[in-house]
């Protein structure tokens, strides 16, 4: 997928991918997000409203998935990347509580959203001076 720029703040974009849309097939509701610098992290539940949504996916039934919008700005404009976890976006820094919020679509994702955030539960140790 490719980038999607629009003549709006960066606050009214993450408003607008964040608020429910709704049509004759499906409604899709952010059940929780997070902004990680630039990465929008959501977690979003699609609800079928008609068959063929989705393989074993019945009217009125949901499922969830972990969505990443990259986010960049370019002049007045604001523009987005929609990816999900399926994809494996080389992006790990989504919240470890939404791993258990939407099934797993991508193990080697997953993996590296753990490392991501065991890396940065190591504490650094401090430089030791060289003697001369």
């Not at 629009?6 to 004759?24: A, C, T, V």
């Not at 059940?31 to 009217?59: C, F, M």
């Not at 890396?119 to 650094?124: A, N, Q, S, Y």
């Amino acid at each position: 997928m490719g980038w999607y720029f629009s003549r709006q703040s960066r606050h009214q974009l993450i408003q607008e991918l964040i608020e429910p849309r709704d049509n004759e097939q499906l409604r899709a509701e952010t059940v929780a997000h997070t902004l990680r610098g630039n990465v929008l992290w959501s977690v979003v539940r699609i609800t079928a409203k008609q068959e063929g949504i989705k393989p074993g996916l019945g009217i009125g039934d949901s499922y969830h998935y972990i969505r990443c919008d990259l986010l960049e700005g370019s002049g007045n404009e604001w523009g987005y990347k929609p990816m999900d976890e399926s994809m494996h976006p080389y992006y790990y820094s989504c919240p470890l509580s939404y791993l258990a919020m939407a099934p797993e679509q991508s193990p080697q994702w997953r993996e590296g959203v753990r490392a991501y955030h065991a890396r940065r539960r190591t504490p650094t140790l401090p430089a030791t001076p060289v003697s001369a």
